[in-house]
């Protein structure tokens, strides 16, 4: 057994071959999270009866974009309709939108601005947007962008990379300032995205590939924001990531995480033919159940973290 730190959190790695000991038990170390990366098929069942959750290491959210925004919408919730068109109204009645289709150098650099000054409010945030400047602006993969100015000052915006081979737009990074954020700029700012998606005959969207674990580096409420957006969670490698893999988490306690804490395991084994996923809720009060459900889940439980804090 291996102890790491990833990003504050402390994370045991165990082989196969260390299972049965459960040698986090004896551990003189404090741990938060035990886990088994790419776990073989004969060890599934063994770490499900020790609770583990046996998961996608990462998560791609994407959409079918369909023929047009009403159709898109229409498949939303009521309530998810209303937020999405009153953010518009806001953003109409005070914001110039600009779409462009090849990213000009200034307007990126203030973009880019504007990002790292939202990334340094993250207790773990990393600006990995300026790491793809050149990329965006001279490829060789193609970028557009989708800007939102309030008079002169760059207030938010998205850069979106085209993925041909995949028949998909990628929305890749994306900041709105402190003020606009309160009014859900980044929804319009989604939307106009898919939007030029489609004028440029597109079928998928994504909204961004996450670890599979809520309440880290991304906070739960993040994963209700791109269900109501429209989007569904798949383990990203069955969209199209050469790395995607699989692993199993055993959560011990929420010092280190955000409460609730939740996790996308396979409903039936990594293994099935069938990829569903089931929404493991781990919280002290799972009062919030509810928040969380997602048409595309096979199931919502929840759990209580293995020790107390």
Known sequence: MKIVDEHGLSVALIEPAELALEPWLSAGEHIDVVRMPKPPADTVDALTARGFVVKPEMLTWVARLGPDEDTFLARLENKSRQDIRRARRRASAALREEVQDRVDAETLDRFLALYEERVAGMQFGVPYARRH?????????????????EGDELVGGCLVAECPEQDTIR????AVSESWRRDSLARTLYFTAMRTARLKGFTWATLGDEPNLYGHLTRAGLFSFKVNMGFEAVPSQDFGDPTGCDEADLVLNLSA???????LGYASGPHSADRKLVGHFITEDDS???EFGAPFLAGLEPRRPVQSD
């Open 133 to 149: 400047r050149e990329t965006v602006l001279n490829g060789p993969q193609k970028y557009f962008a989708v800007f939102a100015f």
């Open 171 to 174: 929305i890749r990074f994306s």
């Open 257 to 263: 995480l955000q409460d609730p804490c939740l996790i």
């Open 288 to 290: 919030r159940l509810d």
